[in-house]
């Protein structure tokens, strides 16, 4: 089975939703960043968010980021995801223990902290466009539906989830975004908070082996929904040798010619995806020129 994300709309367009599994591509970035349980929450609600935002972009080069940076242990979450389905992110401090919350939860508030949500949306403008807000609970969900409330005027129903097993990997993760245009009927409002109140947490719901689609069939119950378009999900880099050499080569000639004096190699480890790159003595005098 896929990770895969479909999108929807409904009441002639009143009402957008799109809702995700990522179960899959979550464990590949625990495995890749080596995340503890409340890390790996963290990232893959943050991921879920990241491919869930990517409605509003067009082209295939367009990205969403999300920057989630708090006072709390795990330091600052970094995501971006493009139209493609291709996600990637890490976390600062990947190795962090924290006990459970209260209800018995991933403490990923605590983890968080307080601090500033940014979220950035990059469609091949000069300038891409940056809004931020503070973080209201570090759980990142709630974070999210205030970032949309505020910074876009859109209503929002953000729900986001990821359940680790006791050995770590990822028993489930996944999301569902539900917007609502000012012009959507009072009842319907009322009928998608109903709906939301009654059903499992979407963790659960996807550990149940619900998809995307099941997802929002359970949310948006009673309403005609039509469905745009489903597709597969990823984690993936858009690092490459190239992109390292041509980083280390904006470094500038004197930085090179130590390198080669010290060192007389480079190792370059990608923060998004951990992949390290090694460059020989030849491979660095190579640059030069
Ligand atoms: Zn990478």
Known sequence: MWDSLVRATALDNTIRVSAVVTTKLTNEARLRHNTFPVATAALGRT?????????????KDETITIRIIGDGPLGGIIVDANTEGEVRGYVQNPQVDLPLSEKGKLDVGAAVGKGTVYVTKDIGLKEPYTGSIPLVSGEIGEDIAAYLAQSE???????????VN???????????IIQALPNTPEEVLVKIEENAARILPVSTLIKEGNKPKDLIKLYLEGIDVEYLEEKPVRFQCRCSLERVKSALVSLGQKELEDMIKKDGKAEVVCHFCNEAYFLNKAELKELLK
């Open 153 to 163: 005027q859109i209503p929002s129903l953000v729900s986001l989830g990821v359940l």
């Open 47 to 59: 991921m879920n968010a990241a491919l869930l935002l990517t409605w509003g972009l067009k082209e």
């Open 166 to 176: 006791p050995d770590f990997t990822v028993a489930a993760s996944g999301g569902i």
